[in-house]
Nanobody, 123 residues
């Protein structure tokens, strides 16, 4: 199973971007999908997660009310709609998948990762 992110780019503060994470290369059987991000010189941090059923979502406090995670099961794709972007949202954003019903806020829970997509927010 491979995960491929897209949709990153350069945007001004206050703008929006929509990230996509497409699965390919095998049967996709996950409990949940997550988005994490890593800024230069910082540790990877949790952003948002969604159960594959789409029934439960989780958000970091720093993005709650601005970001929305969603899932298209027919397309095996997870999205992250990012609105009201701030310079501190600048990071490489990673998509991840986990088979395990565990703490979806922890990166160690996830067993598959994408390569990442750069998001840069200018002030």
């Amino acid at each position: 199973v491979k995960l491929l992110e897209s949709g990153g780019g350069l945007v001004q503060a206050g703008g929006s971007l929509k990230l996509s994470c497409a699965q390919s290369g095998g049967t996709f059987s996950s409990y949940a999908m997550g988005w994490f991000r890593q800024a230069p010189g910082k540790e990877r941090e949790f952003v948002a997660a969604i159960t594959w059923s789409g029934s439960i979502t989780y958000y970091a406090d720093s993005v709650k009310g601005r970001f929305t995670i969603s899932i298209d099961k027919a397309e095996n794709t997870v999205y992250l709609q990012m609105n009201s972007l701030k310079p501190e949202d600048t990071a490489v954003y990673y998509c991840a998948a986990t088979r395990y019903n565990a703490d979806v806020r922890r990166s160690a829970t996830y067993n598959s990762w994408g390569q990442g997509t750069q998001v840069t927010v200018s002030s």
